[in-house]
């Protein structure tokens, strides 16, 4: 008992060094752990703006006025939405949890709220809350369930000042900002009271009232009151994680660190986080399994398995879990080609997984050909390339007690010297999506 207190101690020291003037909670330091732990996650973007097949951004990029997008949750009817097979294909494919958007940019609930009748109990002939569904089924499975949570609302007047998105949008009016932060409150209750223990909150939208010169972010001009609102979260349920998608270096409060379309540091995306902002908090890399995050008929950019699962071992040769997105069609479904691109994922983890799951960043950055996770005193080299037969492993001069492929036990041929380590591969050990070797130190 006094160990588990010292170690909890030392846990909170270290997590809060970055966070001045906010210390975790004990269970949200072991909610931490787990996430670290868990490696792969499912985003869901689903709302009505999936009706029109153009993206979650439809209402901004048509520039559709509020009286034209009001008539959208009326045709909404997902007679099909199951959510005992949403959870169950994330679980197959091997995904501890499920992030939901609770309320996109268009203001629209996707769940029972006494806060606002713009929602889908309200105001849609299918009448049923689906976030109560899923969280139902996330416990029945054992999967932890978060809510995605919008800061920006092109639909509210109290959304006001506006920000740098939406103001194409017709019928917009001006109200009072700190309504619009009591109904962010009030609507985060909810959330944290009416669908049992959940996962955390995923914040997006704060980066629409930084000022912006294409390349950078510059001042806030509004005040989100992210003390208030993270203390009533951590107070309502003290394990919830919260995370915000401001592209920013970590707020006080917050529990992980997220990165948009993008590996951690690596800013290829002019918005992304660049490597200085990088904090001491658990890492979640977000991207999408076509081109777009809500349902899009035209996109034709499905990635291939071997494209995700490449992604996924990345993302953990940084530390990072992998947040997968789909966007389910209107009616409930997700896409077939989706589905089956799952299926292969969660065969490939099947076998491969303990090189995943609870691991940390390896010794040596992921590049197109190499990723590396280690688990206590075992190295996992992830080789990429299936047509290279040869790989230098830079830097790598650690000694070590045995080197063999994962698969097949057998010992692999190397050369050390001061630059590293060559491997040269047995062409019948070679695995066309990911071959890896085994290091134990």
């Known amino acids: 008992m006094k160990r588990f207190f010292l170690l909890s101690v030392f ?5 809060s060094s970055a966070q001045q003037k906010y210390t975790p909670s004990k269970e949200n330091i072991e909610a931490r752990k787990w996430f670290e732990e868990a490696k792969f996650g499912l985003f869901i973007h689903w709302g009505v703006y999936s009706i029109l097949g153009d993206g979650e951004w439809v209402m901004n990029n048509q520039n559709i006025s509020i009286k034209e997008y009001e008539k959208l949750p009326s045709f909404f009817n997902p007679t099909e939405f199951d959510s005992d097979k949403w959870v169950l ?10 992030t939901i958007t609770s309320r996109h940019h268009d203001g629209f609930s996707m769940f029972d709220s006494n806060a606002s009748e713009y929602n889908i109990v309200d105001k849609t002939p299918y009448g049923k809350d689906v ?4 969280a ?10 978060f809510f995605y949570y919008s800061q920006l609302d092109w639909y509210r007047d109290d959304y006001f000042p506006r920000g740098r998105t939406g103001n194409g949008i017709k019928g917009r009016g001006e109200g009072d900002w700190n309504n619009y932060i009591t109904f962010m409150k009030n609507q985060l209750t909810e959330l944290l009271t009416n669908y049992g223990e959940i996962g955390g909150i995923w914040f997006d939208g704060q980066w629409d009232q930084h000022d912006w010169d294409g390349k950078r972010f510059g001042k806030i001009n509004v005040d989100f009151k992210l003390k208030e609102v993270y203390d009533l ?9 919260i995370g915000s998608n401001h592209h920013l270096s970590p707020n006080p409060g917050e529990d992980f660190q997220m990165f948009e379309k993008d590996l951690p540091g690596k800013r290829t995306k002019n918005f992304a986080t660049s490597e200085k902002n990088i904090g001491n908090l658990p890492l979640e890399v977000c991207e999408t399994i076509n081109g777009s995050w809500g349902f899009n008929l035209k996109d034709r950019k499905h990635k291939s398995s071997k494209q995700l699962i490449h992604y996924l ?3 953990a040769g940084y530390g990072s879990n992998l947040l997968l997105n789909v966007g389910p069609m209107p009616n409930g479904k997700i896409q077939e080609e989706h589905i089956e691109s799952l299926k292969k994922i969660g065969s490939w983890v099947e076998v491969n997984g303990e090189t995943i799951y609870k691991s940390k960043k390896g010794p040596m950055n992921p590049t197109d050909e190499i990723a590396s996770t280690q688990i206590d005193n075992v190295i996992y080299i992830h080789l990429l390339n299936e047509k290279k037969i040869k790989y230098l492993l830079e830097g790598f001069t650690t000694k070590f ?7 097949s036990n057998k010992k692999v041929s190397f050369k050390q010297n001061n630059e ?3 491997l040269f591969l047995d062409e019948k050990e070679i695995n066309p999506i990911n071959t890896i070797i085994k290091i134990e130190l």
């Open 401 to 407: 007690q045995k080197i063999s492929y994962f698969k």
């Open 89 to 98: 294909m994330a679980k197959n494919a091997g995904m501890k949890y499920i």
């Open 131 to 134: 976030l109560k569904m899923l």
């Open 11 to 15: 846990f909170i020291s270290i997590f």
């Open 420 to 422: 590293g380590m060559i």
């Open 233 to 241: 979260i951590h107070r309502l349920q003290p394990q919830a994680l």
């Open 136 to 145: 139902k089924s996330c416990r029945k499975y054992g999967i932890k369930l």
């Open 313 to 315: 071992v990345k993302a």
